[in-house]
């Protein structure tokens, strides 16, 4: 079994600030991770991913995430916000014989000017 | 963009009726997914497809049905519609781990 847990369903940042969004997995088995943008009236967009190999990717847009196996987190990253970031952003897990993805509830992030 | 459609975008229905709704992709892809998308629980996963003519219940499944009888369609339907499947649909395609969505059918059961 798996789950996803994404701590903070809102989070609000100044245009230029760090943008940290924390999501946290349970998985008995090592994890493929990912995360996903939503813009508004949109489908999801991978942002990116996490298979194998170094654990701190780098995605689309400036973001980045670091896989920490002690802590069973994948944090999303970016070191400054601009105001086009605003969407809500989705973490996800699959495992490595499963090719079926569980979500977090999802984090929607604003861009104060 | 991966080439992925849904049909129809927007769907407004009574409920008690069946309602079908379409995923097509042109890019070949084995697996093939649908979503409902509600706020507070991310996606969760209604059923799935990982060949022609075979697939498995996801999370939710209760009140849906599927179909795919060609590697492109992958056909949700909701038997008797309730109140309850008002959401956002997603349909998802993948070769391995990444999936690439659609870009949702928002359906209203009156």
């Known amino acids: 079994a798996q789950s996803v847990t994404q701590l903070g369903s809102h989070v609000s940042v100044s245009e230029g600030a760090l943008v940290l969004l924390r999501c946290n997995y349970s998985s008995s088995v090592p994890p493929y991770l990912f995360w996903y943008v939503q813009y508004p009236n949109q489908g999801l967009q991978l942002l990116l991913k996490?298979?194998?190999?170094?654990?701190l990717v780098k995605g689309i847009n400036g973001f980045e995430a670091e896989f920490k196996k002690s802590e069973t987190s994948f944090h999303l990253t970016k070191p400054s916000a601009h105001m086009s970031d605003a969407a809500e952003y989705f973490c996800?897990?699959?495992?490595?014989?499963?090719?079926?993805?569980?979500f977090g509830a999802g984090t929607t992030v604003t861009v104060r000017a | 963009d991966a080439g992925i459609t849904q049909s129809p975008r927007h769907k407004v229905t009574e409920t008690g009726t069946p309602v079908t709704l379409r995923c097509h992709q042109t890019e070949n892809h084995r697996y093939m997914y649908w979503y409902r998308q509600d706020p507070g629980h991310g996606l969760r996963l209604i059923h799935y497809s990982y060949g022609v003519k075979d697939t498995d219940k996801g999370e939710v499944s209760d009140g849906y049905s599927v179909s795919r009888s060609k590697t492109e369609d992958f056909l949700l339907t909701l038997e008797s519609a309730t109140s309850s499947q008002t959401s956002v649909y997603f349909c998802?395609?993948?070769?391995?781990?990444?999936?690439?969505f659609g870009p949702g059918t928002r359906l209203t059961v009156t």
């Open positions: 996800a897990v699959s495992l490595t014989n499963d090719y079926k993805l569980s």
């Open positions: 998802a395609i993948s070769d391995r781990y990444e999936q690439y």
């Open positions: 996490y298979t194998t190999g170094a654990t």
